[in-house]
């Protein structure tokens, strides 16, 4: 609620028009001060000590029409103040806003003239959407700029023109592996060299040495040593060694096999080293990398043979001398009755049989 003194006052300046003053012809004229005095002396009288009449009673209606109209004016005052400050922060913001969309523009097109001259630097066309890739990050970047930042330029760095000349590095990498592995596959070693690309030369020694084995074995038939039961069982036992032999040469070409491949993966690397390493105006041709790994393949395969002799060497996949004593335990002695014949014989056998080997 008002104070009474400020409803007081507003009441007086509202009443102004009604109050009368000394001077006034009202106040003057005879009639009313007659008045005034017939009047007067009963308010006088009124009181118990002839002092002054009390003071009216509170007008509440008056009051409540002052302090509505202290409330409007205050409303006018803030409405005013508030559309004040509104519009003074609108024409901040825009100035702002300009000031944001200006440094933003100009930040944009220092980057990309930035990037048009790093390309011209490095000395390559751009065949490989370099550009195009560098507009996208800068696109990127943009986005994330915050609203009325009041330094754009600082989001675009030269780190933006590194990431998208990466990206494209890696894209035209993966592009070159992708050529490569078309022509040089998975299992390329396996394939380029077979588990059977030696079996031809290790049948050919198995072939040679069971050749050698089987004329000792008529040899000692034609001496006497075996007979034909002897020499027939002997036989059996040359056959069935045969099949065990080619098991155990392909076990020890096996090996020199993989020292081939190893050769074929060495040349494969180094193509994967050089798709690794590639930069942009480097040279790399698919046809040409995979040619590499089958001409290690193709000379590694001319020298087979050679390997595979080498390393079987002086191993024997057949032992004449344990096949005919096999013989002559099957077919018993061949004189009874002539011991030192027998043992004469034996001595023969093994100097004709030469180094025993493996059966």
């Known amino acids: 609620m008002l104070p009474a003194w400020m409803i007081n006052d507003i009441n007086k300046?509202?009443?102004?028009s009604k109050e009368l003053h000394i001077g006034d012809s009202e106040f003057l004229d005879p009639h009313v001060v007659d008045d005034f005095e017939d009047?007067?002396?009963?308010?006088?009288?009124?009181?118990?000590?002839?002092?002054?009449?009390?003071?009216?009673p509170p007008d509440y209606e008056a009051q409540a029409n002052a302090e509505m109209k202290v409330e409007r004016e205050r409303a006018r005052i803030a409405d005013e103040n508030r559309i004040r400050d509104e519009e003074k922060a609108a024409k901040e913001e825009e100035a702002k806003r300009g000031r944001y969309q200006s440094g933003l523009s100009s930040a944009y097109s220092n980057a990309q003239n930035y990037g048009s001259g790093r390309l011209r630097a490095l000395g390559i066309d751009d065949e490989f959407g370099i550009m195009p890739a560098y507009y996208a990050e800068l696109d990127r970047i943009k986005s994330t700029v915050p609203d009325l930042d009041p330094n754009p330029g600082s989001y675009f760095g030269p780190a933006a023109f590194e990431t998208a000349l990466g990206g494209q590095r890696e894209a035209q990498r993966k592009k070159l592996t992708?050529?490569?592995?078309?022509?040089?596959?998975?299992?390329?070693?396996?394939?380029?060299l077979a588990d059977t690309a030696d079996d031809p030369f290790l049948q050919a020694i198995i072939g040679e040495q069971y050749q050698s084995a089987m004329g000792d074995l008529d040899r000692a038939r034609g001496r006497g040593k075996l007979n034909e039961i002897g020499y027939e069982d002997a036989l059996k036992g040359l056959n069935q060694a045969k099949?065990?032999?080619l098991g155990k040469a392909q076990t020890m070409g096996m090996g020199v096999l993989e020292r081939g491949r190893e050769k074929l993966r060495e040349a494969d690397k180094a193509n994967r080293e050089q798709i690794s390493n590639y930069d942009f105006g480097d040279r790399?041709?698919?046809?040409?990398?995979?040619?590499?790994?089958?001409?290690?393949?193709?000379?590694f395969s001319l020298g087979l043979e050679g390997d595979i002799r080498n390393t079987i060497g002086d191993t024997q996949f057949f032992d004449p001398n344990a096949l005919i004593t096999r013989g002559g335990r099957t077919q018993g002695p061949i004189n009874p009755g002539n011991p030192l014949a027998n043992a004469m014989l034996d001595d023969e056998i093994k100097r004709s049989t030469g180094s025993s080997g493996a059966f």
């Open 13 to 16: 300046k509202s009443d102004t």
């Open 39 to 56: 009047n007067a002396a009963p308010v006088l009288e009124a009181g118990s000590g002839g002092g002054p009449s009390p003071p009216p």
């Open 178 to 192: 992708r050529g490569y592995e078309s022509v040089v596959g998975p299992g390329f070693d396996t394939s380029m």
């Open 243 to 245: 099949a065990g032999a």
């Open 284 to 299: 790399f041709d698919s046809s040409t990398a995979a040619g590499r790994v089958r001409k290690a393949g193709s000379d």
